[in-house]
T-cell receptor, first 119, second 107 residues
């Protein structure tokens, strides 16, 4: 099946610093990638939809200036948490969807996640 | 009303038991339906897609009722390794995840 990697897997940073998380589709081209956040014992919450070559679409309540998303190629999307604070500590997961028209287009392939801890 | 609602759980069952999870969705225009499994502190992994005709994969059976906007997952002969959180996922314009139902299978 399709493989999505995420880097780093774990990061601890000081309050006020910025953290960049990378999401890569390793064996397929992903025109659409998604960024989710999951707090302990809660559901995955979609933060934004990232489309290659265009601006990301953010969900209501997600600050686009705080969570910068760049999807510069068909295999890479990045999420930068700017000026991180302790309340941003969470599990960030990306997913990618294959190109339209393919049989598994609606299936999402998830990265392993990045656990962010802001001190 | 939540867009995707699942049984709250947790379900605690003995090995060998049959367990059923239910899920309802609010958007009648939804087009795709899935069950994902998520282990503690890990990413979700696709368990199976759900089709109107119903589909079975070994001990797992998924069913979709579009008229009632209802999805189910049946696990037969539960194993200890089935312990996880099961997420109902509904796709359309957006993909919406249910809050998940936690399953504990005990020896």
């Amino acid at each position: 099946g399709a493989v999505v990697s995420q880097h780093p897997s774990r990061v601890i940073c000081k309050s006020g610093t910025s953290v960049k998380i990378e999401c890569r589709s390793l064996d397929f081209q992903a025109t659409t990638m998604f960024w989710y956040r999951q707090f302990p014992k809660q559901s995955l919450m979609l933060m934004a939809t990232s489309n290659e070559g265009s601006k990301a679409t953010y969900e209501q309540g997600v600050e686009k200036d705080k969570f910068l998303i760049n999807h510069a190629s068909l295999t890479l999307s990045t999420l930068t948490v700017t000026s991180a604070h302790p309340e941003d500590s969470s599990f960030y997961i990306c997913s990618a969807r294959d190109r339209p028209g393919l049989k598994n287009y609606n299936e999402q392939f998830f990265g392993p996640g990045t656990r962010l801890t802001v001190l | 009303r939540k867009e995707v609602e699942q049984d709250p759980g947790p379900f605690n069952v003995p090995e060998g038991a049959t367990v059923a999870f239910n899920c309802t969705y609010s958007n009648s225009a939804s087009q795709s339906f899935f069950w994902y499994r998520q282990d503690c502190r890990k990413e979700p992994k696709l368990l199976m897609s759900v089709y109107s005709s119903g589909n079975e994969d070994g001990r797992f059976t998924a069913q979709l009722n579009r008229a009632s906007q209802y999805i189910s997952l049946l696990i037969r002969d539960s194993k200890l390794s089935d312990s996880a959180t099961y997420l109902c996922v509904v796709g359309g314009f957006k993909t919406i995840f249910g809050a998940g139902t936690r399953l504990f299978v005990k020896a």
